[in-house]
Every structure is written in C-alpha cells, then in structure tokens.
C-alpha cells in the first residue's frame, strides 16, 4: 500500500520529485480552464442583452407569473385526466380544466 502511494505520488506532479509539474490542476482533463473561461465570458455578456430588453412593471410580472401557473397546473391536470380511472376523479378534473379554461380566458382579454 505505501509503494503504491509512492509511486502515484512521484507521477502525480505533487512532492519533490525534479522534472515533475506541479500545481493545483494536474489531474483535472485538458480543456477544463478554457471551458471556464468560456462560461465566465457567458455569464458576463448575459447581462448586457437582458439590459437590451425593455423593463415591465411589477404588475406586467406579476400577470406573466400567474399565467404561467396557470398554464403549468393546466399541463398537469390534462396528463392527470389522461391517466384517471376512477370516474369521481375524472370529474373533478374536468370540472378544474374547465376553471383554469376560464382563468386563462381572462388574461386574453387584458
């Protein structure tokens, strides 16, 4: 077990070995520092485009969030009705379909 320490040791880059490389990234894949670079360089033009776009107000976001709720309980309650076998259930269902229906028609109008 020590030989073998030993040996990763004298090959790793760590320690005192002369003619070895040493630093922090020796075992960390080729490439990896560019990809970083590449995703630091992202994240810092990411807020600049968004700064393109115009502001909305809170009540615009506020509307936004709802409908999307609204969109995504809608999503569910569809794949619940696909898969429902009890008939109670299905009703039930089909009764907040037909609700969410009507709260999205509401945000047609506005």
């Known amino acids: 077990m020590f030989r073998?320490?030993?040996?990763?040791?004298?090959?790793?880059?760590?320690?005192?070995?002369?003619g070895c490389k040493s630093g922090y990234n020796t075992d960390m894949a080729r490439g990896?520092?560019?990809k970083s670079v590449e995703a630091q360089i992202d994240a810092?033009?990411?807020?600049s485009s968004s700064a393109a776009s115009p502001a909305l107000s809170q009540e615009t976001?506020?509307?936004?969030?709802?409908?999307?709720?609204?969109?995504?309980?809608?999503i569910r309650v569809t794949r619940d009705l696909?898969?429902?076998?009890?008939?109670?259930?299905?009703?039930?269902?089909?009764?907040?379909?037909k609700e969410l229906d009507a709260q999205l028609a509401t945000f047609a109008t506005h």
């Not at 810092?44 to 807020?47: D, H, L």
């Open 82 to 97: 696909k898969n429902a076998q009890n008939p109670r259930y299905r009703a039930l269902l089909e009764k907040s379909l």
């Open 61 to 74: 976001l506020t509307l936004i969030r709802k409908k999307e709720s609204i969109l995504l309980s809608r």
């Open 44 to 47: 810092a033009e990411a807020p």
């Open 4 to 18: 073998q320490r030993l040996h990763l040791r004298a090959f790793s880059g760590f320690g005192d070995t002369p």
């Open 32 to 34: 990896w520092e560019s």
